[in-house]
């Protein structure tokens, strides 16, 4: 069966390459072995590296394929979803941004390991940043409401965010597009949430 975060990438109109699959694998060895041991991700997470963090980042490039500009990744942990989407989309930029300075130094470490050279990983908080943003994706770093006040500062006009969250029912937020993914792309639905700047 193909890992899930190809069956992501196709939905979203991507065709992996060989040297995409050898760093995604890179990745995922990483992040279930120091990331784990360092505290990024759970314990109990080993076996779902794959449909849990891999294939839900790999879902953002549904919404922001046909984007341009940098992405900016806030509050991206030990890299997610910014590192399987730099990987999936090697001709954009990314920068990723946590406030945590220790979650800085494993993503640093883990952009020597991937050797993505579009990537740029910065120690910041949210509030810090200035405007004005291309595009922002997020996996639950702040509740939507709260996100949505930081998007209306930061996104350029017409810039786009795309969050995502662990949601059992469809996520209705105002200000925000809830899109569907459907079941036959990770066995089970999902949801993003979309913002686009007036």
């Known amino acids: 069966m193909k890992p899930y975060w190809i ?7 991507l065709t992996p390459t060989e ?16 990331g784990i041991a360092a505290g990024g ?3 109990s997470e080993t076996t779902r590296v794959d449909l849990r963090h891999l294939a839900d ?5 549904h919404q922001i394929g ?8 806030l509050g991206s942990g030990v890299g997610l979803p910014g ?11 990314f920068v990723l941004v946590d406030r945590s300075g220790r979650r800085v130094d494993l993503m640093k470490r883990a952009l020597r390991i991937l050797e993505l050279d579009n990537c740029t990983v910065v120690h910041d908080d949210i509030s810090n940043l200035q405007p004005v943003l291309d595009t922002v994706v997020s996996r639950a770093s702040l509740p939507p409401e709260r996100l949505g006040e930081e998007m209306r500062r930061l996104l350029r006009p017409g810039g786009l965010a795309v969050v995502a969250g662990s949601w059992e029912q469809p996520p209705v937020h105002p200000g925000w597009e ?4 459907p079941p036959n792309v990770l066995d089970h639905t999902v949801w993003v949430l979309m913002m686009r700047r007036e």
């Open 66 to 73: 046909g984007e341009t500009g940098t992405v900016w990744d």
């Open 19 to 34: 040297l995409q699959i050898g760093q995604m694998e890179r990745y995922q060895i990483w992040l279930t072995t120091e």
């Open 57 to 61: 980042s790999v879902l953002f490039a």
């Open 178 to 181: 809830t899109i569907e993914i």
């Open 41 to 43: 991700i759970g314990p």
């Open 7 to 13: 069956r992501a990438a196709e939905f979203a109109g």
């Open 83 to 93: 590192f399987p989407l730099a990987i999936t989309h090697p001709g954009r930029e």
